[in-house]
């Protein structure tokens, strides 16, 4: 079995701010790393894309900054919403088709290098290299952690977003560069 994970990296906002607009929900909320916040959030550990794009869309309006929703799903799909002031402007899923039960998985679909080269930083040709790389040969990732991983350096987000989700922190896995006394915890 694969990795299971959620988050939401924010571009701005401090962890005040963050834990504030999460009042009412789970959450661990990093502090801000260089320019990023990482939120887990317990419900969108379910992986139901609505309520991760929910969640995604109305921190991105209310505190007015683009937020990056990433799903993994049993390290076999990735996924990504990207909403800016609260408008969905970029989504993309490394095998759309796999929930379809198609005998012949598709490639990645979505994802423009170009928005996320431009909010984030990074080279837009490597981004888009990480994007369309296949699942289904030598040349292209077997796992979606790792194609996460590599996008999320070239993109220059913080390393506590790739492999983490509420569920495991909850269990006190912990990402190397944070410690637990740095989390707010809402909920």
Same mark, same amino acid.
């Given at each position: 079995? @694969?990795?299971?994970?959620t988050n939401v990296t924010l571009r701005g906002p401090e962890q005040v701010a963050v834990v504030n607009a999460l009042r009412?929900?789970?959450?661990?909320?990093?502090?801000?790393?260089?320019?990023?916040? +990482? +939120?887990? #959030?317990?419900?969108?550990?379910?992986?139901?894309?609505?309520? $991760?794009?929910? $969640?995604? /869309?109305?921190?991105?309006?209310?505190?007015?900054?683009?937020?990056? /929703?990433?799903?993994?799903? #049993? &390290?076999?799909?990735?996924?990504?919403?990207?909403?800016?002031? *609260?408008?969905?402007?970029?989504?993309?899923?490394?095998?759309?088709?796999?929930?379809? *039960?198609?005998?012949?998985?598709?490639?990645?679909?979505?994802?423009?290098?170009?928005?996320?080269? &431009?909010?984030?930083? *990074?080279?837009?040709?490597?981004?888009?290299?990480?994007?369309?790389?296949?699942?289904? #040969?030598?040349?292209?990732?077997?796992? /979606?952690?790792?194609?996460?991983?590599?996008?999320?350096?070239?993109?220059?987000?913080?390393?506590?977003?790739?492999?983490? @989700?509420?569920?495991?922190?909850?269990? @006190?896995?912990?990402?190397? &560069?944070?410690?637990e006394e740095q989390l707010g915890k809402v909920g």
């Amino acid at each position: 079995m @694969g990795s299971f994970y959620t988050n939401v990296t924010l571009r701005g906002p401090e962890q005040v701010a963050v834990v504030n607009a999460l009042r009412g929900r789970e959450a661990y909320v990093t502090p801000r790393l260089g320019e990023y916040t +990482v +939120v887990y #959030d317990a419900e969108c550990e379910e992986q139901d894309p609505e309520v $991760l794009v929910a $969640l995604a /869309a109305g921190l991105s309006a209310e505190l007015e900054c683009p937020a990056l /929703a990433i799903m993994n799903h #049993d &390290d076999d799909v990735l996924a990504y919403w990207l909403y800016v002031n *609260g408008d969905l402007e970029d989504e993309y899923n490394s095998m759309p088709d796999y929930f379809k *039960g198609l005998e012949e998985p598709t490639t990645p679909a979505g994802g423009i290098a170009d928005k996320l080269a &431009d909010l984030f930083g *990074g080279d837009a040709a490597e981004i888009e290299r990480t994007l369309r790389a296949s699942s289904l #040969d030598d040349e292209g990732y077997v796992f /979606a952690v790792e194609r996460h991983a590599d996008l999320v350096e070239q993109l220059g987000l913080p390393e506590c977003a790739v492999g983490y @989700g509420y569920t495991y922190l909850e269990e @006190g896995e912990l990402p190397e &560069d944070l410690d637990e006394e740095q989390l707010g915890k809402v909920g």
